[in-house]
């Protein structure tokens, strides 16, 4: 019977459900399954109305005065306090979810002003409640200046152990990224948008990280970010690097990156691969997967490259492999288990 399964087995169960259908399933069975289940179902937030329902007395008294009145799910209070599971957490995503909930109630002007009053109440709860691993703030800039969450009661606690940031480098996320730099020291996985600037405080976040393992670099505009790179503390601990770039961009500063096991680029212009060339003779000795998902490097390069590498590759990916690259993956990549 399920309701025979300690608590503790159940735990280790349920960690390793990635499909959340299965979870709430896991809801209906019994008591037990329910209490344990929520927690890990709610490390995303699962229902908006359910955390405005969560929101304390004084923030529910906020939104009373800014007029804001949005239904709770039911008539009861929640059965639990879902806000204490969450681990994972996107201004972005809970901003566009607050405007649809917002569109049903309020008129198309007032719903941007009223939208930043909940999200202001929701951070406010959130930053005094939860230890957070995951933080996405790619898409919210016309958020971060009324929504200062990094001020708020609790924050330090909230974001000191944040393991996981997505970001963008704007001029006006400088100081707020700034104050996350004062805050999160370990930070392990770091995924940056570049546009049009280059941010101080990305500088100030990038040169504090001692453990990042992993960082993605999506480069839509500028030429030279190199120098931000630099101030990585500890590069030889980096085993993987995304880059996806719009622009040149010169790749000898990923030789500093000397234990690597995943490299993956999306370049969209095959002359963006011209410095490819500086890394022929470099050496990952822990090197396991490597993918071109676009452009790739010209084929003799490419060549050279696994010949020295190609060693401990296991996954390897290709657009335009012609007979010579098949050739030297034959001879250079003996432990080939996925080539796509």
């Known amino acids: 019977?399920?309701?025979?399964?300690?608590?503790?087995?159940?735990?280790?169960?349920?960690?390793?459900?990635?499909d959340k259908a299965d979870l709430r399933s896991c809801l209906l069975v019994n008591r037990l399954w329910c209490e344990t289940s929520v927690p890990f179902l709610w490390t995303n937030i699962q229902n908006f109305n359910t955390l405005i329902a969560c929101?304390?007395?004084?923030?529910?008294?906020i939104l009373y005065k800014n007029e804001i009145l949005i239904s709770a799910p039911t008539s009861?209070?929640?059965?639990f306090n879902y806000v204490s599971f969450i681990k994972n957490l996107s201004m972005t995503e809970t901003g566009r979810k607050i405007k649809i909930i917002l569109n049903k109630y309020e008129p198309i002007?007032?719903?941007?002003?009223?939208?930043?009053?909940?999200?202001?109440?929701?951070?406010?709860m959130v930053m005094n409640q939860i230890s957070l691993k995951k933080l996405n703030l790619c898409y919210c800039s016309r958020y971060i200046s009324n929504v200062p969450f990094t001020i708020y009661p609790g924050a330090t606690d909230c974001l000191r152990n944040l393991s996981e940031l997505s970001c963008r480098s704007l001029n006006n996320y400088s100081n707020f990224l700034y104050q996350l730099s004062q805050i999160c020291h370990k930070i392990s996985s770091l995924n940056i948008i570049f546009r049009d600037v280059i941010s101080n405080g990305l500088a100030d976040l990038i040169s504090v990280q001692q453990n990042l393992k992993h960082l993605s670099i999506i480069n839509r505009n500028l030429t030279d970010i190199i120098p931000l790179l630099t101030k990585i503390p500890n590069p030889s601990i980096l085993t993987k690097l995304d880059i996806n770039s719009k622009v040149y961009m010169p790749w000898s500063f990923i030789a500093k990156f000397t234990n690597l096991q995943e490299l993956e680029f999306s370049l969209y212009h095959k002359d963006h691969f011209e410095?490819?060339?500086?890394?022929q003779h470099v050496i990952f000795p822990q090197l396991q997967i490597l993918k071109f998902l676009n452009e790739s490097p010209n084929h003799e390069d490419l060549i050279k490259?696994?010949?020295?590498?190609g060693k401990n590759l296991i996954e390897f990916y290709l657009s335009n492999a012609n007979d010579s690259t098949n050739l030297a993956l034959a001879k250079f990549c003996p432990n080939l288990k996925s080539l796509i």
Not at 1 to 18: K, R, S, V
Not at 275 to 279: A, E, M, S
């Open 76 to 79: 009861k209070p929640p059965l």
């Open 275 to 279: 410095d490819f060339k500086n890394l």
């Open 305 to 309: 490259f696994l010949e020295i590498n």
């Open 55 to 61: 929101l304390p007395n004084e923030s529910k008294e």
């Open 109 to 124: 002007d007032s719903v941007n002003n009223k939208r930043i009053v909940i999200l202001q109440e929701i951070f406010k």
């Open 1 to 18: 019977m399920p309701c025979q399964l300690p608590i503790d087995c159940l735990n280790e169960i349920f960690e390793y459900l990635e």
